[in-house]
Nanobody, 126 residues
Framework: QVQLVESGGGLVQAGGSLRLSCAASGRIFGWYRMGWFRQAPGMEREFVAA????????NYADSVKGRCTISRDNAKNTVYLQMNSLEPEDTAIYYC???????????????????WGQGTQVTVSS
């Protein structure tokens, strides 16, 4: 089992920045794929960013490309999402995700996620 705990969400004005963190514990291995998804009210959960175990393979949703950076620290079993130039459209609950194998497809699909965190709220005011 893998447990994921997100932190770093909050309220920020448009144009601001936030850094989300996700600490993994339990039976976690360095080769697990980790990533972030988000879900806005009334919307389906959507892919944001993901990276491979080594961090050498990184993918972003077009909506956040150029504004977000995903990274991981395997020594701390932690994945980060640095979000800059935030827009009201970025308002959502952000979920940390783990897949215990290669992503089935790119961009990753929420159906391929093996473990989810509880989510952290990000609210961007205009």
């Amino acid at each position: 089992q893998v447990q994921l705990v997100e932190s770093g969400g909050g309220l920020v004005q448009a144009g601001g920045s936030l850094r989300l963190s996700c600490a993994a514990s339990g039976r976690i291995f360095g080769w697990y794929r980790m990533g972030w998804f988000r879900q806005a009210p009334g919307m389906e959960r959507e892919f944001v960013a993901a990276l491979s175990g080594s961090g050498g393979s990184i993918n972003y949703a077009d909506s956040v490309k150029g504004r977000c950076t995903i990274s991981r620290d395997n020594a701390k079993n932690t994945v980060y999402l640095q979000m800059n130039s935030l827009e009201p459209e970025d308002t959502a609950i952000y979920y940390c995700a783990v897949r215990t194998a290669n992503w089935a497809k790119i961009p990753p699909d929420r159906g391929d996620v093996n473990y989810w965190g509880q989510g952290t709220q990000v609210t961007v005011s205009s």
